[in-house]
């Protein structure tokens, strides 16, 4: 069946989605994907968000005004400063340090009345109301929105059913997981009930229920908010985990929907460019050398939008690429806003030594134009699940480095179930990849990465 606007069109005039996504890139960016795919369908879309997240996304604002898709931003207020958060921390991935993390999570509650604001203000007599809200799981207080309006809330997940899965069941099993993880002193443990086996490690344990009180309150508020959900969007396809989605749909007991990969939203390669924010490098240039490169020949090099590392891990990653013989691209986004100290100065020596065989990208770097692109064959990964999603989709192969969260399952998936990468061999994860000054300063030395890329 064609799902083109012209098809789908007539049915879906009436309906007018309230899209109200998380505050970080890798949330954001799938859901301006879905923004997009709804409006092309004839739906109504509100994408409410705040002053930053609508800077980042202004070009996709620009074409949106002048294709008429039916999509409207809407701006709402975050008091950062009023909750001790710097001034325009309004994304995960700028938040300077991990105790500002819970800070930032607990705030998210009051978008809600700058949104109730704009729902009951003139603005909306001009567009049917809302029937349907779909929104970030995190953003709990998005269920009494819903509820106010008298319509169904979808709640929206990040990363894939085989996480979310895995979740569940650690949940579900913790004080067992628990107990055998203090009894063995050799390591992870297998989490039951899983085809495949599945290792857990205390992390994964921690990492998922987080011992801070006031964490666990929030995501109460979550799992509670969860529970009302009139349905669930996954940013994943069944053939990719089928026995996972199956697994998950069940224990949910409620529709889940298998969206992905929305980072298949077709639309011409500059907007693609644009993904998430604008380029810190010239595009031209970027792909004039990639043209020049051999097929498959290329790493690209890249960790999302919230890992931070070290200096002295950042130090170690570039002699490792500087003493392979492979060309390659690395994002380096520790620098301007999200500055590491010192990184700016060596990058540049560092640019100046690799010349012709790298490209540095300092900041942001249209990700998924280079992965599609020929010449690069192998990408080395910190786990995050859009980035896992737009290998797949581009048929690179994946060096696996994950730093925190979901990163080390989703790893797990990758190596050991879909067999379509290998592991760097990273064990312990980073605190949550801000300002997390107590970890080891280097967990992947330059030797091992050097053999990576000979073999
Ligand atoms: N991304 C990008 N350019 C960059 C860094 C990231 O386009 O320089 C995009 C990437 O393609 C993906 C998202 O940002 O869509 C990152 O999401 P992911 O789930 O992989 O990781 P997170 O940033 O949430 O850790």
Excluded at 82 to 111: R, Y
Excluded at 276 to 292: A, E, H, P, T, Y
Aim: with cysteine; glycine share 8%.
């Amino acid at each position: 069946m064609s799902l083109e606007a012209d098809d789908c069109g007539s049915n879906t005039k009436s309906l007018h989605f309230l899209l109200v996504p998380l505050m970080a890139q890798g949330h954001m960016i799938p859901m301006v994907d879905l923004a997009r795919l709804l409006a092309a369908r004839g739906a109504f879309v509100t994408f409410a968000t705040t002053p930053v997240n609508l800077a980042r996304i202004r070009p996709i604002i620009d074409r949106v005004a002048t294709s008429a898709l039916p999509i409207r931003f809407v701006e709402l207020y975050f008091p950062t400063m009023d909750v001790g958060l710097p001034d325009g921390c309004e994304s995960a991935d700028l938040i300077p340090s991990v105790d500002l993390f819970l800070p930032f999570m607990n705030a998210l509650s009051l978008l809600r009345k700058p949104l109730e604001a704009h729902l009951h203000g003139p603005d909306l007599a001009r567009w049917p109301k809302p029937t349907c809200l779909i929104s970030d799981n995190l953003h709990y207080w998005t269920a009494d929105v819903a509820r106010t309006l008298d319509i169904p809330r979808l709640i929206f997940h990040g990363p894939s059913c085989f996480f979310l899965l895995c979740g569940l069941l650690i949940r579900q099993h913790r004080d067992e997981l628990e107990a055998a993880l203090e009894a063995t002193s050799s390591g992870p443990i297998m989490l039951p009930g899983l085809p495949h086996p599945i290792r857990v490690n205390k992390h994964e344990l921690t990492s998922v229920m987080r011992s801070d009180p006031n964490w666990s309150k929030y995501m109460e508020s979550v799992r509670v908010a969860e529970e009302s959900a009139d349905g669930v969007l996954v940013n994943s396809f069944v053939e990719l985990e089928p026995w996972y989605f199956e697994r998950y749909h069940k224990v949910k007991g409620k529709p889940v929907w298998p969206i992905g990969p929305l980072s298949l939203y077709k639309e011409e390669l500059d907007a693609k460019a644009t993904r998430g924010r604008v380029s810190s490098i010239d595009n031209k240039l970027l792909f004039q050398w990639l043209d020049k490169q051999k097929v498959g020949s290329v790493v690209l090099v890249s960790f999302g939008s919230m890992v931070r590392n070290t200096i002295t891990q950042l130090m170690e990653l570039g002699y490792g690429l500087e003493a392979s013989s492979r060309p390659f691209i690395w994002v380096v986004t520790e620098v301007a806003e999200r500055q590491v100290s010192g990184v700016e100065e060596w990058i540049t020596e560092f640019e100046k030594r690799v010349e012709g065989r790298g490209m540095v990208i300092k900041g942001w770097g249209p990700q998924i134009l280079m992965l599609g692109h020929v010449a690069v064959g192998g990408f080395l990964t910190h786990c995050g699940w859009n980035s896992i999603l737009e290998a797949i989709s581009a048929g690179v192969v994946m060096a696996t480095w994950p730093h925190f969260y979901d990163q080390f399952l989703n790893e797990q998936l990758v190596v050991d179930v879909l067999k379509i990468g290998v592991a760097v061999g990273v064990e312990k994860p980073k605190l949550f990849g801000v300002g997390d000054d107590n970890e080891v300063a280097v967990k992947v030395t330059r030797g091992r990465l050097r053999r990576f890329w000979r073999g």
